[in-house]
T-cell receptor
Framework: KAGVTQTPRYLIKTRGQQVTLSCSPISGHRSVSWYQQTPGQGLQFLFEYFSETQRNKGNFPGRFSGRQFSNSRSEMNVSTLELGDSALYLC??????????????FGSGTQLSVL | KQEVTQIPAALSVPEGENLVLNCSFTDSAIYNLQWFRQDPGKGLTSLLLIQSSQREQTSGRLNASLDKSSGRSTLYIAASQPGDSATYLCATYNAGNMLTFGGGTRLMVKP
């Protein structure tokens, strides 16, 4: 079956713009979580969605937001982009996101560069 | 707040060697611990998941152990191959349905 699909693969934006990233989970998976990866901070949790509801949120400013649709596809949005938002954004999916034996499946990520 | 540390940050070994990667965490109230592999510019691939009640998991040449009481996990790779070269990350799964990642160990296996 198809894996987790993230689009676009690469994105270049300028400061002050906004950006929307998309994630399509594995078919049947209802939990989608988002992570930011930078050389300085490593991998950090952004938020997690299940059945169109945000269940958990990491320690990021309100400029970072997301949503999940009824087909479990998810989008994240970053407004008023800053240079420090340049990162690889990864999404992961799992069946329910709450079982202790559930593996997470990651997409290849969207590489965002803010100039 | 959970903190996850991986030592060493980088490791270079000749092909065929057995090696151990280390992971330590501060909060033992975890649901599970997972080891991932990441190739440059790519996403993460789940290697092994150890539930909180388990002590170890094995998959092929990989063996991961978990000692919750001491806040430690190790990933043992037997008979390393150049194709094993990648960054290895450990992560704990805590309350809040979130993973807390270590900084990773960048492994280079030389032919």
């Amino acid at each position: 079956k198809a894996g987790v699909t993230q689009t676009p693969r690469y994105l270049i934006k300028t400061r002050g713009q906004q950006v929307t990233l998309s994630c399509s989970p594995i078919s049947g998976h209802r939990s989608v979580s988002w992570y930011q990866q930078t050389p300085g901070q490593g991998l950090q949790f952004l938020f997690e969605y299940f059945s169109e509801t945000q269940r958990n949120k990491g320690n990021f400013p309100g400029r970072f937001s997301g949503r999940q649709f009824s087909n479990s596809r998810s989008e994240m949005n970053v407004s008023t982009l800053e240079l420090g938002d340049s990162a690889l954004y990864l999404c992961a999916s799992s069946l329910t996101g709450s079982a202790t034996n559930e593996k997470l499946f990651f997409g290849s990520g969207t590489q965002l560069s803010v100039l | 707040k959970q903190e996850v540390t991986q030592i060493p940050a980088a490791l270079s070994v000749p092909e065929g060697e057995n090696l151990v990667l280390n992971c330590s965490f501060t909060d033992s109230a975890i649901y599970n611990l997972q080891w991932f592999r990441q190739d440059p510019g790519k996403g993460l691939t789940s290697l092994l998941l150890i539930q909180s009640s388990q002590r170890e998991q094995t998959s092929g040449r990989l063996n991961a152990s978990l000692d919750k009481s001491s806040g430690r996990s190790t990933l043992y790779i037997a008979a390393s191959q150049p194709g094993d070269s990648a960054t290895y990350l450990c992560a704990t799964y805590n309350a809040g349905n979130m993973l807390t990642f270590g900084g990773g160990t960048r492994l280079m296996v030389k032919p």
